[in-house]
């Protein structure tokens, strides 16, 4: 047998050190430059998926010990890969309540200044805030100006002197950048430890320092602490709880919708956001807001290529008045459009059907 022959299997195992340290890395640059792909996976099983691929390449590395030019190459493959692995961004904070884990997480974002922090609650991106001073105040991701969200807000901020601003649903408070000295603005959450992150700013400071006046939490459900509000209240209801992999659907229901348009002005305008990555909302939605007697838009916004990653989200929403009147700043706007009348059952206090919400976004995802 001749000595290439001998040699073969050294090169082998030499091969397989490559992929093997070549994985963790890449794994990590993918989750750093998408922040929906760091949400469903984490850095807890990227990081437990990079253990697995070292301990493979430290046992081929290990096979070719007595070739020591092979062996130190293995040895620099696998400490070059560890070490870019350990750039990683870690979380920052973690803390647990009732309704989950909440984590502080930072996301090296050039195009935002360099560090930006993300609020996530178990596999769910909740917003995010950059670091730089400059663009601080800048709402993103979901509640950027471009978006339908930033839309309406700007829309009504334009159009009158003074806003009343409702929103259920705090995260990292993003929509408190939006409020003027003569606005004033309410948030409705359910979790305590969110009130706390949001407010403290060693790690968001969109309610700290950026709102324009002092900004209110009320805290329990939604369909309980707006069930205290006065009719009438807001310009702006904004209903931003339907992102995570559970959502609450009692406040999808015409019941709720009946509320919502209750404690808006007749010119007041409910946003509804409905972007989820598992769940067709809209149709069940829009059926149950017109049982309600609600005037309806609905918009998909795709975000833009070109723009750092943190700066804007796709965002799906529907917007909602008592009145006519109470859309008419959209009725030209060519992105608001009025979706079809269709079949799907409205969901109500007594009847929901997430199972078909399920299908009909596996369907539309498949083209159907």
């Known amino acids: 047998m001749g000595a290439g022959t ?5 090169w082998v195992w030499l091969a397989a050190v490559v992929p093997l340290t070549l994985a963790p890395p890449a794994i990590y640059l993918a989750l750093r430059l998408n922040p929906e792909l760091l949400a469903a996976v984490g850095w807890d099983s990227a990081m437990a998926v990079s253990r697995f691929a070292f301990l493979l390449a430290a046992i081929s590395a290990f096979m070719i010990r007595d070739r020591a030019p ?21 979380w920052q904070h973690s803390e647990r309540s009732f309704f989950g884990v909440m984590r502080v997480a930072e996301f090296n974002d050039p195009g935002m ?9 178990g596999t769910t991106l909740h917003g995010a805030q950059a670091t730089d001073p400059v663009e601080a105040c800048l709402p993103s991701l979901y509640y950027a100006p471009s978006t339908p969200i930033g839309q309406v807000t700007d829309a009504l901020q334009i159009a ?9 649903g705090l995260g990292t408070g993003a929509m408190a950048a939006y409020r003027r000295p003569a606005d004033d603005l309410t948030f409705f959450e359910i979790d305590p430890m969110v009130d706390r992150i949001a407010r403290d700013p060693t790690w968001f400071t969109y309610i700290s320092d950026c709102a324009q006046g002092p900004v209110e939490t009320v805290l329990g459900d939604a369909r309980l ?3 205290y509000q006065p009719d009438d209240r807001f ?15 009692h406040l999808l229901t015409r019941e709720a919708i009946a509320d919502y348009l209750r404690v808006v002005k007749d010119d007041g305008v409910v946003v509804l956001h409905l972007s989820n990555r598992h769940l067709e909302l809209a149709m069940p939605t829009v059926n149950a807001a017109r049982l309600a007697g609600a005037h309806d ?23 909602l008045s008592p009145t006519e009147e109470g859309l008419a700043l959209f009725a030209d706007d060519p992105r608001w459009k009025t979706i079809a009348p269709n079949d799907v059952r409205a969901w109500t206090d007594d009847y929901v059907n997430v199972v078909g919400a399920l299908t009909r976004q596996i369907r539309f995802e498949r083209g159907g």
């Not at 009158?160 to 259920?168: E, F, K, L, W």
């Not at 209903?239 to 659907?249: E, K, Q």
């Open 235 to 249: 310009d702006l209801l904004l209903i931003d709880a339907f992102s995570s992999d559970s959502i609450p659907t």
């Open 160 to 168: 009158r002197p003074a806003v009343s601003i409702g929103v259920v």
């Open 225 to 227: 602490t707006l069930a």
């Open 297 to 319: 838009r609905h918009q998909i916004y795709v975000e833009r290529e070109g723009l750092p990653v943190m700066a804007e989200a796709s965002t799906e929403a529907l917007i």
């Open 113 to 121: 200044g360099g560090p930006v922090r993300m609020l996530m609650h």
């Open 6 to 10: 001998d040699h073969h299997p050294e």
């Open 70 to 90: 092979l062996f130190a190459a293995a040895l620099v493959m696998i400490s070059l890969s560890a070490h870019h692995v350990a750039g990683r961004y870690d």
